[in-house]
Structures are given as structure tokens and as C-alpha cells.
């Protein structure tokens, strides 16, 4: 029987029942959890797919495909993607989880994932019977581990970090990884969330100043969730690769893996509407803008954090003293343990709570300076 480790977010339970012990309650900001309303546009088409009799597709409709390769075209800066080398999938999470399996590593094949890290890229290599390294540039690592790389992960923009990796940092990364072999998975679902520099977009791996306009043996891994509040929907798609792709879709056809078509025509008009984004950005951008000189005030250090839904945040002490102190004040983050040992002295504060209890975390962290 395969033994996974214990999900990680059970450790935050005396913290959470410290936090729930606030007079005003807690603030849950330990999850990217969306809490605002899915918007209308969506709601509709997905009730308009409703009578959906019939099995869709796993490669799905080529209506949302068309939509998903015009989307990264105006969204993302990347053209020349065909309607066959994109295919929607239940969550990124899945991807992530089941890639290695799906490109058929196994024993002695190393999969490479940023140091600080999501626990889910560790876990893929792990259900594959591979192995993992935290390293953020291959140049980092031993001519015998070099010599096992066959699939690295890039997360940009990171979670937890909220890094970018901008467009020479990942060149360099396919180069290398081409001159191994080794496919490339770029995990990208916070693109839409940049901010500073990044307002307008980040890089994706599949544009052409990255990639030479040649997207053999790179994947570009995006969500719906956060931009479009759909986390429920479980909408998402990979993108490239058109020499893996036929493969990727035939064993998720095996495996039963499929988006429900309502949830494909929503998608549909997730992408086709910007306005929506534009709205949900702004919500987020007042929440940092509220929570950032709190945190600060409160003697946390924030790092990176130039895209995505978190703030990641240091006292320069180790995680869980953090957490305790926040904890005293109802507040609850994430513990950067979780992400990797570069993470222990830093913790998570997500952008994901209502405006009233990100006003309230904001009041309880002035009030305690």
C-alpha cells in the first residue's frame, strides 16, 4: 500500500482553535480559499450547459479550446499554440499531482521543484515512484542528479512567495533543462494577479523570447480558481507540448478523467471576459493594500510577493512563533514549514478573506504594535 505523508494542514489545528478563541472571531488567513461570489457571467453559462446528457470529451470541446489557445494569445503573449496541444483538466492540482505518473517516470528519474514549494509537486513524484529536489536552478545540482532530471517544475508566480521568474531567469531554465532532455512544467495560475511591475502580466514558458517559439517538452499549467473565483468548478487546462500531448490526453481518456461540460462552457466564458478579472484583482489589491503596512507594523518583513494572493512574511524567528503570536490576536496564517526548510522562519498571509475580516485582521495587528 502506498503511504503518502499526513496532509500538512492538520498541524494548524491548536492554532486555529487559539485564534477561534477571539472575542470578534477568527480571520482565517491561512488558505487560498476565493470567498467572493463566482460572477454572473459564469454562473450563466454554466446553468445555459446544464442538460448535458452525454459524456464530454477529455480533450474537450473544441469551442473552449479555441478559447483557451485565443486567451493565451491576448492574455499571456503566447501565439502559435493549436486547438490540439491544450486540453482542460479537474483542477491544476491534478496535473501537478499526476504528471510524473503520466509521462511515465518511475524508479531512478528525479523530478526537480522550486525550494520553497507547494507540497503537491513532491507528492506527483512520490505517486510516480520517483524522486524529488528542491533546487531552483539545475546548475545547482550534482552531475549525477543532472544526469536523472526528467521533469522540472517552475512556479511562477510562486506560492507561497509570490516570486517571478522573469523572462532571462526562464530561458536559462528550458535551456538547461532541454540540454538534459527533461520536459518543463510551468505552473502559472496566479499570472493574472501581478502587481508592481508585473500590473500588466508575467511571463509565461511558453512565450517565444522564452521558448524560440518551439514548445517541445514544455507545459504551461493554468487555473481558473483564483482569477474567476471558480474553485468549486474545478476548472483548469495545460497548454504546449504538442509531442506529449496526444499522450497525456489518451491516458486521462483511460483514467476517466474529464471536465463536466457545464463546467467547460463556464470556462468558456471565464476567458472570454476580462471584466470580471479586472474586478476581482481590484478587491485583492485593496486587501494587500490594507494588510501591508499591518503586517509590517506588527515587525514582519515582507519578501518577493510581486504577484499572486499572499503575502510571505518574516519576524526572522521560526514559523510557529509567529503563528503563535498571530494566533493570539484571532489571526491565522500559514506556516512557511510547509513549503520547504527554506520556509521555516516565514509565514503565509493569503489575500482570501471577506473585507471585514481583512479590515478586522488589520485592526487587531495596529492595535497590537
Known amino acids: 500500500m502506498l503511504s503518502l505523508p499526513e496532509y500538512p494542514w492538520t498541524a494548524l489545528a491548536p492554532y486555529t482553535a487559539k485564534a477561534n478563541e477571539h472575542p470578534d472571531g477568527a480571520v482565517n488567513l491561512s488558505i487560498g480559499t476565493p470567498v467572493d461570489p463566482t460572477p454572473q457571467v459564469v454562473i450563466e453559462a454554466l446553468q445555459a450547459g446544464a442538460n448535458a446528457p452525454g459524456y464530454p470529451t477529455t480533450h474537450g470541446t473544441v469551442e473552449l479550446r479555441e478559447a483557451i489557445v485565443e486567451w493565451y494569445a491576448r492574455r499571456r503573449n503566447v501565439h502559435g499554440l493549436s486547438v490540439e496541444d491544450v486540453m482542460p483538466t479537474v483542477g491544476s492540482k491534478e496535473m501537478v499531482a499526476w504528471l510524473p505518473l503520466l509521462l ?27 524522486d524529488s529536489i528542491a533546487a531552483d536552478s539545475l546548475a545547482d545540482l550534482s552531475d549525477a542528479d543532472r544526469a536523472r532530471v526528467k521533469l522540472v517544475w517552475v ?4 506560492n507561497p512567495t509570490g516570486i517571478v521568474r522573469n523572462v532571462a531567469e526562464l530561458k536559462s531554465l528550458v535551456d538547461d533543462a532541454r540540454s538534459l532532455g527533461a520536459v518543463v512544467a510551468s505552473d ?24 524560440g517559439g518551439d514548445h517541445t517538452d514544455l507545459l504551461s499549467v493554468y487555473s481558473l480558481s483564483k482569477q474567476s473565483n471558480v474553485a468549486g468548478y474545478r476548472a483548469a487546462f495545460v497548454a504546449g507540448a504538442p509531442n506529449l500531448m496526444p499522450t497525456l490526453i489518451n491516458s486521462r481518456k483511460h483514467a476517466g478523467m474529464i471536465v463536466p461540460a457545464p463546467v467547460q462552457d463556464a470556462m468558456r466564458a471565464a476567458l472570454a471576459d476580462e471584466a470580471h478579472v479586472a474586478a476581482q484583482k481590484a478587491l485583492y489589491r485593496a486587501r494587500r493594500e490594507a494588510l501591508i503596512p499591518a503586517l509590517e507594523g506588527f515587525g514582519l ?15 526572522d524567528e521560526d514559523c ?8 493570539e490576536l484571532g489571526i491565522i496564517a500559514g506556516p512557511g514549514a510547509f513549503y520547504g526548510d527554506a520556509g521555516v ?15 478586522s485582521a488589520v485592526q487587531r495587528l495596529n492595535a497590537a504594535r
Open 104 to 130: 511515465g517516470l518511475g524508479a531512478g528519474d528525479l523530478v526537480v521543484r522550486p525550494v520553497v514549494a507547494y507540497p503537491t509537486y513532491d507528492i506527483g513524484a512520490l505517486l510516480a515512484g520517483a
Open 345 to 359: 522562519n516565514f509565514v503565509r498571509i493569503a489575500l482570501t478573506a471577506s473585507d471585514e475580516r481583512i479590515a
Open 155 to 158: 512556479n511562477s508566480p510562486g
Open 188 to 211: 502559472e495560475c496566479y499570472a493574472e494577479l501581478g502587481w508592481g511591475e508585473y500590473e500588466n502580466g508575467v511571463p509565461s514558458v511558453l512565450e517565444e523570447a522564452i521558448c
Open 320 to 327: 510557529w512563533i509567529t503563528m503563535g503570536r498571530l494566533a
Open 301 to 315: 518583513r515582507i519578501e518577493d510577493s510581486v504577484a499572486g494572493l499572499y503575502l510571505w512574511c518574516t519576524a
